[in-house]
């Protein structure tokens, strides 16, 4: 009898611990989408600000306007092709792990490590972001190129907690889990969002 309840205590922890990670898990995944979302309100509302102030003062705004439009129409463009990838599969089967293992990593990935057409797509769209990211800091404030660098430069190299060097893919790509591949395109995108509001901040600033 004793035994009998020893197991059934146990698997009722286990249940419960089950129960509890699903849910830190969902919170987690609710906390950043509404990050995201937030965010990108926050740039379109800041965009129609900056318009309304730039068809004032043309002249002052000209310049200012042409980079803006370009980095809003990268930062979209990868944004929009973030949000694709996502698309592939409901992301409830992801959070439950009702989908087949491996389904992400194999969107990015090729079996040998380099990355695949959609996975290459992905790197030409962040490179195309870095490029105008730089052109777009003509003033070269170092809160504009440390973010920069630090999170749209697929060229530099980055080491694991063993000192193994990675690309910025396998970095970035880390945890190769549908949920951990999930989850790091999403940062990606609040990355994105991040960095077209510090560009506002900036420009708004002069």
């Known amino acids: 009898m004793k035994k009998k309840f020893f197991f059934i205590s146990l698997f009722l922890c286990f249940v419960y611990s089950y129960a509890q990670h699903k849910s830190y898990t969902y919170t987690a995944h609710i906390s950043l989408e ?7 309100e926050i ?11 730039a068809a004032k003062k043309p002249l002052m705004f000209q310049k200012t306007k042409v980079r803006l439009g370009e980095l809003n129409r990268i ?4 944004s929009k092709f973030i949000v ?7 992301k409830e089967r992801v959070l439950f792990e009702l989908l087949e293992q491996g389904f992400y990593r194999d969107l990015i990935f090729k079996p040998n490590g380099k990355l695949t057409k959609k996975g290459g797509d992905l790197k030409v769209k962040i490179d195309s972001l870095y490029d105008c990211a730089l052109g777009v800091n003509v003033h070269k404030l170092s809160q504009l190129d440390n973010f920069t660098y630090k999170h749209f430069k697929t060229d530099t190299d980055y080491y694991d907690y063993d000192e193994n060097k990675l690309d910025y893919f396998h970095y970035t790509f880390y945890d190769k889990s549908n949920y951990g ?6 940062y990606l995108l609040l990355d994105v969002k991040l960095f077209q509001l510090l560009y506002y901040g900036t420009i708004m600033s002069y």
């Open 34 to 40: 509404q990050a995201i979302y937030i965010n990108s």
């Open 75 to 78: 930062a979209n463009n990868l």
């Open 43 to 53: 740039v379109e509302g800041r965009t129609l600000f900056f318009e309304k102030q």
């Open 181 to 186: 591949m999930m989850m790091a395109m999403n």
């Open 84 to 90: 694709s990838v996502q698309k592939e599969v409901n």
